[in-house]
């Protein structure tokens, strides 16, 4: 089977709006045009390598093809971001925690923003269930205390 177009928008528009991006700032992030990255998220066009490294880049993800054998199972597929942590992501709370977070570690607040929502997916994925926005919050709040205030190493004072 050859590339699924259609998938290939469903994800790329998925990981877009769970970043809360618009289909602007992520075009102009990978040097791509509008009308090009809004096509590709409908499932229409033939996107190069290239394009979707760039577009992996922008979105904070990276880029893997993978070739199989005809037949072979094509393995796990990518895991599904639950609905309610995209909408916990567009949310003021989510936002105030990654700037907290980002100046604390000195880091860009995007590059913060997808390792907390790549973090938060992770923690709730073997779970196989949605979660309510206070789970979110407490997962959270957990998270950035880790992250912005690790414990002393062994050894330490």
């Known amino acids: 089977m050859s590339v699924d177009h259609a998938e290939l928008g469903r994800r790329l528009r998925r ?3 769970a970043l809360g991006r618009t289909v602007a700032s992520v075009a102009t992030d990978a040097a791509l045009s ?3 990255v809004a096509n590709l998220e409908n499932g229409r066009g033939n996107p190069t390598v290239s394009a979707l490294d760039r577009l992996a880049e922008a979105l904070g993800t990276r880029l893997v093809i993978t070739l199989a ?3 072979a199972d094509a393995g796990p597929s990518a895991p599904v971001v639950p609905p ?3 909408e916990f992501a567009r949310g ?3 936002r105030h925690a990654v700037g907290t977070l980002a100046g604390l570690l000195g880091e860009d607040d ?3 923003r997808t390792r ?3 973090a938060l997916a992770g923690a709730a994925a073997p779970l196989g269930r949605d979660l309510p926005e206070t789970d979110w919050q407490r997962l959270l709040d957990a998270l950035v205390l880790v992250m912005g205030h690790p414990a002393d190493p062994p050894g330490g004072p």
């Open 34 to 36: 509008v009308p090009y």
């Open 69 to 71: 054998e005809p037949g």
């Open 15 to 17: 990981r877009r709006a």
């Open 92 to 94: 003021r709370r989510f």
């Open 110 to 112: 995007r590059a913060v």
């Open 116 to 118: 907390l929502f790549d």
């Open 84 to 86: 309610s942590l995209q």
